[in-house]
């Protein structure tokens, strides 16, 4: 068995399996059951770009870090439907061309829950809470950077429970 060699997650066919099977499935499933599966949507979403940091550009993963604090920390909406988007548009409106270029953990230490997990919930429930492991094992992964985020959301007006 091969791993990704980003998230290392434990399959065959690389960070393109990764992504196009595993990961589209979740998505696949947070869409089609958004009240269940699709309430910890942004959740998945940014677990999985900051595990697969080097598919998107650096300053890409401030982004998804300081929505993950917030979603995390500030009790933010993740649902799919986004009703509460909180601080992220004033954030991207105001210091997205601030955001630093954050460099990931080194591959396969970005947390010990991947998409794998996710994409083997047996139920919404299930779906939930590993989603809201795998944003925490992700958030703990960056811990250089935490300051940081909460230095950018308390910058909006936002203050962080941890």
């Not at 979603?71 to 409106?93: H, T, V, W």
């Not at 460099?103 to 590993?130: C, M, W, Y």
């Not at 989603?131 to 250089?144: H, T």
């Amino acid at each position: 068995m091969e791993k990704c060699p980003l998230c290392g997650a434990a399959i065959d066919g690389g960070v393109d399996t990764c992504n196009d099977r595993y990961f589209g499935e979740v998505l696949a499933r947070e869409y089609d059951d958004p009240e269940g599966y699709g309430s910890v949507h942004l959740l998945t979403v940014d677990s999985y770009a900051l595990q697969h940091s080097e598919s998107h550009s650096p300053r890409s993963n401030a982004y998804h870090l300081v929505r993950l604090g917030w979603l995390l920390f500030c009790n933010g909406d993740g649902s799919i439907r986004q009703a509460n988007k909180g601080p992220m548009p004033y954030i991207m409106e105001h210091y997205y061309l601030e955001f630093p270029f954050l460099a990931p953990p080194p591959a396969g230490q970005r947390g010990s829950i991947t998409v794998l997990d996710i994409f083997n919930a047996k139920s919404p429930g299930e779906h939930i809470e590993l989603s809201r492991q795998w944003g925490i094992a992700v958030w703990d992964a960056f811990k250089e950077y935490h300051e940081w985020v909460k230095q950018t959301l308390e910058k909006s007006g936002v203050k962080m429970n941890k």
